[in-house]
């Protein structure tokens, strides 16, 4: 990584969380967060932004997969879970909540790090798959519009197909505008004439 992590952790037993800030800032991550609660893990995360959550399931107020959720729901961050439960219950809700990493204590650096790196990992992944999914969904509403304009110059000026879309073309270079904002102005114009 080119730039140091910044990890927000809760936990609520004081010798675990004193281990995590150690162990994170020796491997060099910058811990930005130590929550006690699930509350004020949610309220920091949205207050800092962190790169990652490394959480504690059993915290005051508010779990730590509750968090997790909460947290996700505003802003999709990858987590980490560090816990003393092995039940498949918790690994099941952990999946759910999009949880990265699953650790049960105790834990050693050599458990952390890979962790870590596997979890950054793959939360890249999901994130250029997402960029990609909204790029081709947005690429298929675009052709949509396209397709609903030329069969206006179609219909209006008795034109095929390929001669309506090179119209298309034409008015967006001369324009220097978007196609499909040509589109979209094609579209609204007959709309317009519509109502007329």
Same mark, same amino acid.
């Given at each position: 990584?080119?730039?140091?992590?910044? +990890?927000? !952790?809760?936990?609520?037993?004081?010798?675990? %969380?004193?281990?995590?800030?150690?162990?994170?800032?020796?491997?060099?991550?910058?811990? *930005?967060?130590?929550?006690? =609660?699930?509350?004020?893990?949610?309220?920091?995360?949205?207050?800092?932004?962190?790169?990652?959550?490394? =959480?504690?399931? &059993?915290?005051?107020?508010?779990?730590?997969?509750?968090?997790?959720?909460?947290?996700?729901?505003?802003?999709?961050?990858?987590?980490? +879970? *560090?816990?003393?439960?092995?039940?498949?219950?918790?690994?099941?809700?952990?999946?759910? &909540?999009? *949880?990265?990493?699953?650790?049960? %204590?105790?834990?050693?650096?050599?458990?952390?790090?890979?962790?870590? !790196?596997?979890?950054?990992?793959?939360?890249?992944?999901?994130?250029?798959?997402?960029?990609?999914?909204? &790029?081709?969904?947005?690429?298929?509403?675009?052709?949509?519009?396209?397709?609903?304009?030329?069969?206006?110059?179609?219909?209006?000026?008795?034109?095929?197909?390929?001669?309506?879309?090179?119209?298309?073309?034409?008015?967006?270079?001369? %324009? &220097?505008? %978007?196609? !499909?904002?040509?589109?979209?102005? *094609? +579209?609204?114009?007959?709309?317009?004439?519509?109502?007329?």
């Amino acid at each position: 990584m080119t730039r140091s992590l910044r +990890i927000a !952790v809760a936990e609520d037993e004081t010798c675990m %969380k004193k281990y995590l800030q150690e162990t994170l800032t020796l491997l060099g991550y910058q811990v *930005v967060c130590l929550a006690d =609660t699930g509350r004020e893990l949610v309220e920091q995360c949205k207050a800092l932004r962190p790169d990652l959550i490394i =959480t504690d399931i &059993n915290l005051p107020e508010m779990d730590g997969l509750d968090a997790a959720r909460e947290i996700y729901a505003f802003e999709p961050m990858p987590i980490i +879970i *560090v816990t003393a439960f092995h039940d498949p219950e918790l690994i099941e809700r952990a999946e759910d &909540n999009h *949880v990265l990493a699953y650790l049960v %204590k105790p834990i050693k650096q050599q458990d952390l790090e890979p962790a870590i !790196v596997i979890a950054m990992r793959r939360f890249q992944e999901f994130k250029t798959l997402r960029q990609d999914t909204d &790029n081709l969904r947005q690429a298929l509403e675009d052709r949509k519009l396209i397709e609903r304009a030329k069969g206006i110059l179609m219909r209006r000026s008795s034109l095929e197909e390929a001669e309506a879309f090179r119209r298309l073309q034409k008015l967006a270079r001369d %324009k &220097n505008r %978007k196609l !499909v904002e040509i589109a979209q102005a *094609v +579209i609204t114009m007959e709309e317009t004439c519509s109502l007329a």
